[in-house]
Each structure stands twice: as structure tokens, then as C-alpha cells.
């Protein structure tokens, strides 16, 4: 690390606090701090898992079952499992960044860009800081969009019902990406990533209600067909032109790497566990198995999907009417992707409301307006720290990726265009990178060319992603009117 990087790190909060905590000694005995003078912390295997689960088992399931109708049933699993070992192999490294130098008593790395800041610094920090925020704002509008189209998929569901299927039941999407909106607006008032465990918690319920729903739904439909439906190449050219087979099979692998992506929040997750035994430890177990968890579901939910409908598997399994009944089931199970989705938000955007937050604290210390905060009464429970700053910027966020949402609402386009944004600089690259500075891996070393052979393989599946997701888009735009267009 060079001298810049480390005089850099001094104006960052950790390092601060790492100060107070050495010219006060006795706050690493006491029962509410921990060694660094923050409040002591509590999360566990459990809590890791459940935030794992949360950020990882989202909307990206509802699109693998066309993920791999587009691949086939020898590309479509393969690259599944591909991304499920990369993702967690390369969570385990980044986990041994959360503190630098010793792995138990070094100096902690509070976020994703502290950790590339203490470990290689410069233009690599600014150019992290860059593609995490960018990658989580794009996360809530995915979000936004997904839960909008789930709410969707109730009211036409029940519409249907009504009519017999005579009705169309064309609604707009806009109101219900409003509502979203407004709950987000009124949620992510909740202050910090540590207190949102129990949000997490029930999300991750949700999550696997709604994708045990759509597997249980899939082998009824398989049931019902009494046979296995595709083939080994996938959606074959007649069906979709040579051009569209390609585009799609790209965009299909930005689909699934979506579907995995959470190492950009990894080390806040990490951030929120108590030691012994150490972060590191604790942390690559629960990635171990709620990555394992999350692959059966995926490989269970997007191959049965494409079992049951072949070449014509939905875009997304729950609300393009891949099945209409039970419609009651149904209307569960969008209800609890819309449940999940408000917790996956906030799991997303709480390090960066953190960092604009920190920041405007950093530049502007004696403002009343961004540091006071106002106890709130309510009865029967802990007075609510109201923050005026708080309240004012993360209502403009919502409100802006709300927006954004209503101009682009296309699941399978936007999903494949955050996955490919996102996989490789930091699921991938960042993590690589800070492992080998970590390490001290000499350059040429066989452990260095693997991991770099790694690196620039995700980089072309990255890129292959992005140019797939952005001629679906550009397709979808042709047609589409802003505002004023229904499903």
C-alpha cells in the first residue's frame, strides 16, 4: 500500500474511532463497546445467513426458468453452478478483507469501499466507490420494478377470476410502483443496517415461500404435462431468430448472475457479527450455506420451470401467467415477493444512505440539520431518533428511483443489465485483487495466474451480459411509451 493510500485512510471514520479506542483501553472491556468504541456487536451465524438469504434469494429467481430456456439443459445448470461456486469463492475471499493485517485482532474495514481503500487504494478506491453505489441504486430500481409487477400480477390475477379470462384486465403499472415508493419512503427511516436484522429475517421467509410456491407449481404443471418439455440447446432458431438466440443467451447469463449477487454488501453483513470466533470464520460459513441453499432453489425453481413450459417459459415465473390457478396461491405468493422486496431494499440501500450520510457528517460537523437528532416519543416503546437530514435525502432517493422505475419498467432487461454491472468489478475483480495485496501472493505465482485467469473470464461473461441485456432493451424501448403504456 502506498504512502497516499495510507494517509488517506486517516479520514475515514474507522480509523478515527481505532484512535479513541486505543487512547481509552478500558472500552474493549466493556460489555456495551467493542475494541473499536462502537457499540458491541450481536449478529451470529443466524442473523449473517438471514442477510445473505435476503440480498441473494430475490426477484432474480422468477427469471431462471427463462434463464435457462434460453441456455438449454446442459448450459443453463452448468452455468448456474459456474456462478454459484465463483460467487462463493470469491465471498471467501473478500471475508479475509474485513480486517486488515491480523485476522482477529487487525484494524477493521466497516464497508466494501473502506476494505479497498485499506487494501489497494487510489484510483481503485474511487473507481470501486463508483460501480457499488451505482450497482446499489440500480438494485432499488430493480426492486422497485419487480414488486410493482408482482402487485400487478395479484390484481390481474383476480381480475381474471372474475371475468373467466374474457376481461384483458390491461392495468397500469405507475400507481403501484407509487405505493411501493411510499412504504420504502416510511421504512427506510429505520437508521443503520444493524437494526434491520429482523426485516431481514422476514424476508427471508418470504423469499423462500414464494419460491417454494413457484416450485411446487412448476411440477404440478410438469404433472399435468406428463412429460419433460425443451431441449438441450435451448429456445431453437424458428421459435426466435438467430440474432435473438444470441442477444438472449447473453442476457440470460446477466439474469443468473444477478440472481447471485451480494458480495457488494458482504462486508457490511460481516460488519454486524460478534467475535469470537472471529468475523471471518463465522461469515464463510453462513456464505457456504446459504449459497448452497440458495443454488437448490434456484436449480429446483428454474429447472422445473422450464420443465413444465419449455421453449414458452415466462419471463418471470410468477406474474406472466405461466400459471393462472390456484389463483389464491398465486396471489400468496406475489404477496410475499412484494414482502421480501421491501427488505431486500433496504438490505441494498443502507451502506449507501451510510456513506452519503457519514460523509455529509465528515464535511459539514457543526450543520444541526444533518447531525441532531430528534427523539420521538412512542409509547410502549424506545423514543425514534429522527434525523432531519435523514429524512429529507432518503425520501428523494425513493423518490428518484421511483421515477426512474416508472420509465424503464422491464424486469428481464433491467435484471440482466444490474447483474452484468455488477458481477464482475465486484463480485469478482475487487475481491481478486484485494485478496492477492491481502495475501501477499507473489506476481506470476501459480495462485496469481489462477486468480487472474478467473478475473478476465467473468469479465467476458460480464461483458457478453451487458451487450445481451442492452439490445433486449433497446427492443423494448421501440414500443414502449412512458407513463402511458398498461399491461
Known amino acids: 500500500m502506498d504512502e497516499n493510500s495510507t494517509e488517506n485512510n486517516h479520514n475515514y471514520p474507522h480509523h478515527q474511532s481505532f484512535?479513541?479506542?486505543?487512547?481509552?483501553?478500558?472500552?474493549?472491556?466493556?460489555?456495551?463497546?467493542?475494541?473499536?468504541?462502537?457499540?458491541?456487536?450481536?449478529?451470529?451465524?443466524w442473523t449473517a445467513s438471514a442477510h445473505i438469504i435476503t440480498a441473494v434469494i430475490g426477484s432474480g429467481v422468477l427469471s431462471l426458468s427463462w434463464a435457462i430456456a434460453q441456455l438449454g439443459w446442459i448450459a443453463g445448470p452448468v452455468v448456474m453452478l459456474m456462478f454459484s461456486f465463483v460467487t462463493y469463492y470469491t465471498s471467501v475471499l473478500l471475508t479475509s478483507c474485513y480486517r486488515s493485517g491480523d485476522p482477529v485482532a487487525g484494524e477493521r474495514?466497516?464497508?466494501y469501499m473502506e476494505a479497498v481503500q485499506s487494501n489497494l487504494g487510489g484510483v481503485k478506491f474511487k473507481f470501486c466507490g463508483v460501480i457499488q453505489y451505482l450497482n446499489l441504486s440500480g438494485a432499488a430500481i430493480g426492486y422497485t420494478i419487480t414488486a410493482c409487477i408482482s402487485m400487478m400480477a395479484i390484481r390481474r390475477s383476480n381480475?381474471?377470476?372474475?371475468?373467466?379470462?374474457?376481461?384483458?384486465?390491461k392495468i397500469s403499472s405507475n400507481p403501484y410502483m407509487i405505493i411501493f415508493g411510499i412504504i420504502e419512503i416510511f421504512v427506510s427511516q429505520i437508521p443503520d443496517f444493524a437494526q434491520i436484522w429482523w426485516l431481514s429475517i422476514v424476508a427471508a421467509i418470504m423469499s423462500c415461500t414464494y419460491s417454494a410456491i413457484g416450485l411446487s407449481l412448476g411440477i404440478a404443471k410438469l404433472a399435468e404435462n406428463g412429460k419433460f418439455k425443451g431441449s438441450l440447446s435451448g429456445v431453437s432458431i424458428g421459435t426466435v431468430t438467430r440474432p435473438q438466440k444470441v442477444w438472449r443467451s447473453f442476457q440470460a447469463l446477466g439474469n443468473i448472475a444477478f440472481a447471485y449477487s451480494y458480495s457488494l454488501i458482504l462486508i457490511e453483513i460481516q460488519d454486524t457479527i460478534k467475535s469470537p470466533p472471529s468475523e471471518a470464520k463465522t461469515m464463510k460459513k453462513a456464505s457456504l450455506v446459504s449459497v448452497t441453499v440458495t443454488t437448490?432453489?434456484?436449480?429446483?425453481?428454474?429447472?422445473?420451470?422450464?420443465?413444465?413450459?419449455?421453449?414458452?417459459?415466462?419471463?418471470?415465473?410468477?406474474?406472466?401467467?405461466?400459471?393462472?390457478?390456484?389463483?389464491?396461491?398465486?396471489?400468496?405468493?406475489?404477496?410475499?415477493?412484494?414482502?421480501?422486496?421491501?427488505?431486500?431494499?433496504?438490505?441494498?440501500?443502507?451502506?449507501?444512505?451510510?456513506?452519503?450520510?457519514?460523509?455529509?457528517?465528515?464535511?459539514?460537523?457543526?450543520?444541526k440539520f444533518i447531525n441532531k437528532e430528534?427523539?420521538?416519543?412512542?409509547?410502549?416503546?424506545?423514543?425514534?431518533k429522527l434525523n432531519l437530514f435523514r429524512l429529507v435525502w432518503r425520501t428523494i432517493f425513493v423518490i428518484i428511483s421511483t421515477?426512474?422505475?416508472m420509465l424503464m419498467p422491464f424486469f428481464n432487461d433491467v435484471v440482466g443489465i444490474l447483474g452484468a454491472f455488477g458481477f464482475w468489478p465486484l463480485t469478482v475483480y475487487f475481491p481478486v485483487e484485494m485478496y492477492i495485496v491481502h495475501k501477499k501472493i507473489p506476481k506470476w505465482s501459480t495462485r496469481w495466474l489462477s486468480l487472474q485467469i478467473l478475473s478476465v473470464v467473468c469479465l467476458i461473461v460480464s461483458i457478453a451480459a451487458a451487450v445481451g441485456s442492452f439490445a433486449g432493451l433497446f427492443e423494448d424501448l421501440k414500443v414502449y411509451k412512458p407513463f402511458k403504456t398498461s399491461y
Open 19 to 45: 484512535d479513541i479506542s486505543v487512547n481509552f483501553p478500558l472500552q474493549s472491556d466493556s460489555k456495551c463497546l467493542d475494541e473499536d468504541g462502537r457499540p458491541k456487536r450481536t449478529g451470529t451465524f
Open 109 to 111: 474495514n466497516y464497508t
Open 403 to 405: 421515477v426512474i422505475s
Open 159 to 169: 381480475c381474471f377470476q372474475k371475468s373467466g379470462g374474457k376481461d384483458p384486465c
Open 296 to 367: 437448490i432453489f434456484y436449480l429446483l425453481c428454474g429447472c422445473m420451470g422450464y420443465a413444465a413450459f419449455g421453449d414458452h417459459a415466462p419471463g418471470n415465473l410468477l406474474t406472466d401467467f405461466g400459471f393462472r390457478n390456484p389463483y389464491w396461491l398465486l396471489d400468496i405468493a406475489n404477496a410475499s415477493v412484494v414482502i421480501h422486496l421491501i427488505g431486500a431494499y433496504q438490505v441494498y440501500t443502507q451502506p449507501l444512505f451510510a456513506f452519503i450520510e457519514r460523509t455529509a457528517s465528515e464535511v459539514f460537523p457543526q450543520s
Open 374 to 384: 430528534i427523539d420521538v416519543p412512542i409509547p410502549g416503546f424506545k423514543p425514534f
